[in-house]
């Protein structure tokens, strides 16, 4: 049954207080400008190589978790709205039997969750289908971390099952390293039917390029030099 629990909004940029998250960010630039950018164009050609090669479906039924996105009005704004037609195929194809909805309140007075769930019931979501509420998390990696949770809470001593990341193209490789890095058995699921070649995507791309080259590179920096809290913030 969903969570009926709807938090205060909070905002994801309460990280960039965080010193580890800072110390983070200056090795990444660091690391751009010492390479020429080179450093970013790797990491865009690693995001876009995801993007356009991953499936519209998992291999076998797994859990759909639905990445949220900040609403308009209260309402699934576009790129949402692909996502939620997405899953709202995988269960009407029977590839999956459990939705797990995430994302709180990002602004407005609704979470994302529940925007999602609003939207499936009214395009003909079964009820057959399990549909859960993850409603605390503001962004990708809080995201995971309430999913995995919720999910252990309920698997218990059988371990964590395979999900199925859906989410836009562009915000898959992020979702993957993530879900890897806290334990995941994951694959990813595709929102858009093909990669959108447009301006608006490609600096989609761009930025996601660049979140992931933070949060690798801060990892990898962090494996370098011994720094257990920084490698705790994705555990």
Same mark, same amino acid.
């Given at each position: 049954?969903?969570?009926?629990?709807?938090?205060?909004?909070?905002?994801?940029? !309460?990280?960039?207080?965080?010193? /580890?998250?800072?110390?983070?960010?200056?090795?990444?630039?660091?690391?751009?400008?010492?390479? *020429?950018?080179?450093? %970013?164009?790797?990491?865009?050609? !690693?995001?876009?190589?995801?993007?356009?090669?991953?499936?519209?479906?998992?291999?076998?039924?797994? =859990?759909?978790?639905?990445?949220?996105?900040? &609403?308009?009005? /209260?309402?699934?704004?576009?790129?949402? #709205?692909?996502?939620?037609?997405?899953?709202?195929?995988?269960?009407?194809?029977?590839?999956?039997?459990?939705?797990?909805? +995430?994302?709180?309140?990002?602004? *407005?007075?609704?979470?994302?969750?529940?925007?999602?769930?609003?939207?499936? #019931?009214? !395009?003909?979501?079964?009820?057959?289908? #399990?549909?859960?509420?993850?409603?605390?998390?503001?962004?990708?990696?809080?995201? +995971?971390?309430?999913?995995?949770?919720?999910?252990?809470?309920?698997?218990?001593?059988?371990?964590?099952?395979?999900?199925?990341?859906?989410?836009?193209?562009?915000?898959?490789?992020?979702?993957? +390293?993530?879900?890897?890095?806290?334990?995941?058995?994951?694959?990813?699921?595709?929102?858009?039917?093909? &990669?959108?070649?447009? %301006?608006?995507?490609?600096?989609?791309?761009? =930025?996601?390029?660049?979140?992931?080259? %933070?949060?690798?590179?801060?990892?990898?920096?962090? #494996?370098?030099? *011994?720094?257990?809290?920084?490698?705790?913030?994705?555990?």
């Amino acid at each position: 049954m969903p969570v009926p629990l709807s938090p205060a909004p909070r905002s994801p940029w !309460h990280y960039l207080r965080d010193r /580890d998250i800072q110390h983070a960010a200056a090795v990444t630039v660091l690391a751009v400008l010492l390479s *020429g950018g080179l450093v %970013w164009l790797g990491y865009l050609i !690693h995001v876009c190589r995801v993007a356009a090669r991953s499936p519209l479906a998992p291999p076998r039924r797994m =859990i759909a978790l639905v990445f949220g996105r900040r &609403l308009e009005r /209260d309402r699934p704004e576009h790129d949402y #709205q692909l996502r939620l037609q997405r899953a709202l195929t995988l269960t009407q194809q029977q590839q999956t039997a459990h939705v797990l909805l +995430l994302g709180g309140c990002s602004g *407005g007075q609704c979470s994302e969750a529940a925007a999602g769930h609003a939207w499936l #019931q009214q !395009h003909g979501l079964s009820a057959d289908v #399990q549909v859960e509420l993850e409603q605390e998390s503001v962004d990708s990696l809080e995201n +995971l971390r309430h999913a995995r949770r919720l999910l252990q809470a309920q698997a218990g001593q059988a371990g964590l099952p395979p999900v199925a990341l859906v989410t836009s193209r562009y915000h898959l490789a992020r979702c993957l +390293l993530l879900a890897r890095h806290l334990g995941f058995d994951s694959q990813p699921v595709a929102a858009e039917t093909e &990669l959108p070649w447009q %301006w608006r995507y490609l600096g989609l791309l761009l =930025i996601e390029a660049g979140y992931l080259m %933070w949060i690798d590179l801060g990892l990898r920096w962090a #494996q370098l030099i *011994g720094h257990r809290r920084m490698r705790a913030r994705i555990s």
